[in-house]
């Protein structure tokens, strides 16, 4: 019977390749509005996940959407800016 073996060095990445670059930690900073407005709506929702929704949910849940819209429209318009180097 014939043993299979991984080498180390292959399978296991090197301690600079897990770590996130400076380029992409700014990305995160960027999205992070928007990421944390997701979270809310999401939370809203599994709120109701097992109950009635009622009206404060409602406004909860749509509260939480409009944020979300909000954050997405400000990320697009920055990108848009960056994009066309300041002249919208």
């Known amino acids: 019977m014939k043993t299979i073996a991984a080498v180390q060095a292959i399978v296991t ?13 700014d990305a995160i900073d960027v999205e992070m509005p928007l990421i944390l407005a997701e979270v809310e709506l999401l939370d809203a929702q599994i709120m109701t996940i097992d109950r ?4 404060l949910d409602e406004r909860r849940i749509r509260r939480a959407n409009t944020r979300v819209l909000a954050a997405r ?8 800016t960056v994009l066309s180097g300041g002249a919208a």
């Open 13 to 25: 990445a090197t301690p600079t390749e897990d770590e996130p670059t400076a380029a992409e930690l």
């Open 52 to 55: 009635p929704v009622s009206e």
């Open 73 to 80: 429209r400000d990320l697009t318009n920055r990108a848009v």
